[in-house]
């Protein structure tokens, strides 16, 4: 009994560690307005599928949904995160339009992605950047809020206050960036 403990106990500390490498950046939310601002820069259409990346308490996928008719998937490394988010959605009758994943952003199947939002930092956007060009289609377009992703060519970037604060949001599209 002891030995089985020991076991469940390691692998549960190795599983956070390996989480904890995974950690892309602190939960720091958007605001209201800049997400906004995001999801009108990206040109979401009603019954496309929007990916955040780090989603934190949901606040893009929602808007996502609510306002652009999208399907939005949120994958969030925080499962505190991802079980208020939950809620929230599901409190909002929003479940069959919104999933959110207890995931890692560096291990998940972009390709179902017309459109990714991302908020985390320049070298978290670097070790992203892989898998954006492994799984996006020409069609998707990437927004990423404050980090530009080095190496491509920005095809549009916009600059709202919220809060007193600058922000910049940096829009990629796929057919220029891989093709
Ligand atoms: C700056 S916050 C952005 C939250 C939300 N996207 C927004 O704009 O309001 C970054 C989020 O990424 C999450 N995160 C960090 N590393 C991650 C990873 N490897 N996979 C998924 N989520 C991650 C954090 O827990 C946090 O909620």
């Known amino acids: 009994m002891r030995v089985v403990y020991l076991i469940l106990a390691s692998a549960a500390v190795c599983l956070s560690q390996q989480f904890e490498s995974e950690n892309l950046a602190p939960f720091v939310p958007s ?3 800049v997400v906004d601002k995001m999801l009108e820069a ?10 955040d990346l780090g989603s934190g308490d949901g606040r893009i996928v929602i808007t996502a949904a609510q306002k652009y008719k999208a399907k939005s998937v ?13 809620k929230k959605v599901s409190a909002m009758g929003l479940d069959s339009q919104v999933r959110i994943l207890h995931a890692s952003a560096l291990k998940v199947d972009l390709s179902p992605a017309d459109v990714v939002t991302i908020y985390l930092l320049t070298a978290s ?7 954006l060009e492994k799984y996006l289609k020409a069609s ?40």
């Open 31 to 33: 605001p209201q307005i």
């Open 42 to 51: 990206a040109q979401v259409k009603p019954g496309e599928t929007v990916y």
């Open 140 to 179: 998707a377009r990437v927004v990423s809020l404050n980090f530009r992703i080095q190496g491509w060519k920005e095809a549009r970037v916009e600059k709202i206050v919220a809060d007193r604060q600058t922000h910049m949001i940096y829009v990629y599209e796929m057919s220029t960036v891989k093709h």
């Open 125 to 131: 956007n670097e070790r992203l950047r892989p898998n």
């Open 74 to 86: 949120g994958i969030e490394i925080s499962d505190a995160l991802c079980k208020s988010t939950q």
